[in-house]
């Protein structure tokens, strides 16, 4: 069953206090809040992903649903076969269906848009299922907070169990690292676990009464987690070295935590209905108050607009910062799929993959013409490059068994209208690499494309229309070292 909504949204500009933790000076900063009601009264809504669709989707705990967000504010609810299932954390499965936790009925849910709901019942009874995500191995890996184990299941929904050393330590959320070992926040122990794939567990203790909630991996290749208790966000190493960083407002509850396309690390202040950033690197906690009151902000992940969602569990939305590096645009790497897969750069704009893990992944040209290549790069890394000149560019891993890759189609620059016999400037590269030509088509009315530019080193050229009125088509590719890029999407001029 699904429930749709096509919501309109709230944006507000809202001015941000920096504080700077370790040295260097503070300035305001402001960021535009965009946020969307949910339909369903009193949903709840907590745990977020970025979806192998390139939309977020989300946990309604209290109305038994899954949720989906577009770009652009349309929210769909999906019930949860099982009622009273309160769906609590959720991940995108390497089979491309989202995966997530059912504490009340101790079950483990799988949703694939195309079939439907599967649910698996966890071995260990009421064993009070809390977080999820995707372990490097491919497997869905998951915190039993009441059997004191770390779960696994396949996606073909075979368990595996592994209790932990300490007793009732309280396992309650998982991420996969950079290091390839799963990190749980145990907030009963207060301690953080790196589990291995195979099972070995080794603790690391926090300071007293931190009581670790919720964590993630970082940009920089360590992980990172919120301590609700000492009003605090940690990291620590992969060696397990801990480094702590105060939160300026008082008792703001922190709560969700996620790596964001900008590098930095993001979480939600639910005592306070703030969403806060940290710079990686320097320690700079900035804070943005959520406009609806009393929001209490409770899940969040980065967006594959470059966007940070989060969910709103008590003003019952869903919202986002507007995170996006102007002239910037932005896909997705998952294990199983790049999302989207083609993506229109305008001429001169950069292209930011963001790789969402937990496996590695490459961004390598295709061409021939060895443009660009990022090299093995982890969960929560970014690789950008600018897009300079006009074409159809493919890209791959070059990371083995690795499928992923896509194409960067960038057209060029003309004006959508014109005069006879009055010339008008066609721009196909804002910069050429080194020993590179462009070669330039246009197609006159009714007619086919023919070579108007060859082997030229311009950046742009002067066009008269002379055919007559219709509509001019041109289209580029980049050439270099013998190689070629693909032509670039048709831009069209009517002239009249």
Same mark, same amino acid.
């Given at each position: 069953?699904?429930?749709?909504?096509?919501?309109?949204?709230?944006?507000?500009?809202?001015?941000?206090?920096?504080?700077?933790?370790?040295?260097?000076?503070?300035?305001?900063?402001?960021?535009?809040?965009?946020?969307?009601?949910?339909?369903?009264?009193?949903?709840?809504?907590?745990?977020?992903?970025?979806?192998?669709?390139?939309?977020?989707?989300?946990?309604?705990?209290?109305?038994?649903?899954?949720?989906?967000?577009?770009?652009?504010?349309?929210?769909?609810?999906?019930?949860?076969?099982?009622?009273?299932?309160?769906?609590?954390?959720?991940?995108?499965?390497?089979?491309?269906?989202?995966?997530?936790?059912?504490?009340?009925?101790?079950?483990?849910?799988?949703?694939?848009?195309?079939?439907?709901?599967?649910?698996?019942?966890?071995?260990?009874?009421?064993?009070?299922?809390?977080? #999820?995500?995707? *372990?490097?191995? %491919?497997?869905?890996? @998951? =915190?039993?907070?009441? +059997?004191? &184990? /770390?779960?696994? !299941? $396949?996606?073909?929904?075979?368990?595996?169990?592994?209790?932990?050393?300490?007793?009732?330590?309280?396992?309650?959320?998982?991420?996969?690292?950079?290091?390839?070992?799963?990190?749980?926040?145990?907030?009963?122990?207060?301690?953080?676990?790196?589990?291995?794939?195979?099972?070995?567990?080794?603790?690391?203790?926090?300071?007293?009464?931190?009581?670790?909630?919720?964590?993630?991996?970082?940009?920089?290749?360590?992980?990172?987690?919120?301590?609700?208790?000492?009003?605090?966000?940690?990291?620590?190493?992969?060696?397990?070295?801990?480094?702590?960083?105060?939160?300026?407002?008082?008792?703001?509850?922190?709560?969700? #935590?996620?790596? *964001?396309?900008? %590098?930095?690390?993001? @979480? =939600?202040?639910?005592? +306070?209905? &703030? /969403?806060?950033? !940290? $710079?990686?690197?320097?320690?700079?906690?900035?804070?943005?108050?959520?406009?609806?009151?009393?929001?209490?902000?409770?899940?969040?992940?980065?967006?594959?607009?470059?966007?940070?969602?989060?969910?709103?569990?008590?003003?019952?939305?869903?919202?986002?910062?507007?995170?996006?590096?102007?002239?910037?645009?932005?896909?997705?790497?998952?294990?199983?799929?790049?999302?989207?897969?083609?993506?229109?750069?305008?001429?001169?704009?950069?292209?930011?993959?963001?790789?969402?893990?937990?496996?590695?992944?490459?961004?390598?040209?295709?061409?021939?013409?060895?443009?660009?290549?990022?090299?093995?790069?982890?969960?929560?890394?970014?690789?950008?490059?600018?897009?300079?000149?006009?074409?159809?560019?493919?890209?791959?891993?070059?990371?083995?068994?690795?499928? $992923?890759?896509?194409?960067?189609?960038?057209?060029?620059?003309?004006?959508?209208?014109?005069?006879?016999?009055?010339?008008?400037?066609?721009?196909?590269?804002?910069?050429?690499?080194?020993?590179?030509?462009?070669?330039?088509?246009?197609?006159?009315?009714?007619?086919?494309?023919?070579?108007?530019?060859?082997?030229?080193?311009?950046?742009?050229?002067?066009?008269?229309?002379?055919?007559?009125?219709?509509?001019?088509?041109?289209?580029?590719?980049?050439?270099?070292?013998?190689?070629?890029?693909?032509?670039?999407?048709?831009?069209?001029?009517?002239?009249?």
């Amino acid at each position: 069953m699904r429930s749709r909504t096509g919501n309109t949204a709230r944006v507000v500009l809202v001015a941000a206090g920096l504080v700077v933790l370790a040295g260097g000076s503070a300035s305001a900063t402001t960021r535009m809040v965009t946020e969307f009601p949910i339909s369903t009264a009193g949903s709840h809504p907590g745990d977020m992903t970025v979806g192998p669709d390139g939309n977020t989707w989300f946990v309604e705990q209290k109305s038994g649903k899954i949720g989906e967000v577009t770009h652009n504010g349309t929210i769909t609810g999906f019930a949860v076969p099982t009622k009273l299932s309160s769906p609590t954390a959720i991940a995108s499965g390497p089979d491309g269906a989202l995966w997530f936790t059912e504490n009340s009925t101790n079950k483990i849910g799988r949703y694939l848009p195309s079939s439907g709901f599967k649910e698996y019942t966890i071995p260990t009874a009421n064993s009070s299922p809390r977080g #999820i995500t995707v *372990g490097p191995d %491919g497997a869905l890996w @998951f =915190t039993e907070f009441n +059997a004191n &184990k /770390i779960g696994r !299941i $396949t996606t073909a929904g075979a368990f595996h169990e592994y209790t932990l050393p300490i007793a009732a330590s309280g396992p309650s959320r998982i991420a996969a690292g950079a290091d390839g070992n799963l990190w749980v926040t145990q907030t009963k122990a207060n301690e953080i676990a790196r589990v291995t794939p195979t099972g070995s567990v080794t603790e690391y203790p926090l300071p007293s009464g931190a009581t670790p909630a919720r964590i993630a991996a970082g940009p920089d290749g360590n992980v990172w987690f919120t301590e609700a208790g000492i009003n605090e966000v940690g990291q620590i190493t992969p060696s397990g070295t801990i480094t702590q960083f105060a939160i300026p407002t008082v008792a703001s509850n922190p709560t969700a #935590i996620s790596a *964001g396309a900008d %590098g930095n690390v993001w @979480f =939600t202040e639910q005592g +306070a209905g &703030k /969403i806060a950033r !940290i $710079t990686v690197g320097n320690g700079h906690v900035t804070e943005y108050p959520i406009p609806t009151a009393n929001s209490g902000p409770g899940g969040i992940t980065f967006g594959a607009n470059g966007q940070i969602w989060f969910s709103e569990s008590t003003g019952n939305k869903v919202g986002y910062v507007l995170d996006a590096t102007g002239h910037t645009t932005y896909a997705v790497i998952h294990d199983n799929a790049t999302e989207p897969a083609g993506r229109v750069v305008h001429l001169g704009d950069s292209m930011r993959w963001i790789f969402a893990g937990p496996n590695q992944h490459s961004v390598t040209d295709s061409t021939g013409m060895g443009l660009y290549d990022s090299g093995p790069l982890g969960p929560v890394s970014t690789f950008t490059y600018p897009f300079t000149a006009a074409g159809g560019f493919p890209y791959t891993s070059t990371v083995a068994s690795d499928t $992923t890759g896509g194409t960067i189609k960038v057209p060029l620059v003309v004006p959508a209208t014109g005069t006879q016999n009055t010339p008008f400037t066609v721009t196909w590269s804002t910069a050429l690499p080194v020993g590179a030509t462009m070669n330039v088509q246009v197609a006159t009315p009714g007619g086919s494309f023919a070579t108007w530019q060859s082997a030229t080193t311009a950046l742009s050229g002067s066009y008269t229309p002379t055919a007559g009125p219709g509509v001019y088509q041109f289209e580029a590719q980049l050439v270099s070292g013998g190689h070629t890029s693909g032509w670039s999407p048709i831009a069209r001029v009517t002239v009249r």
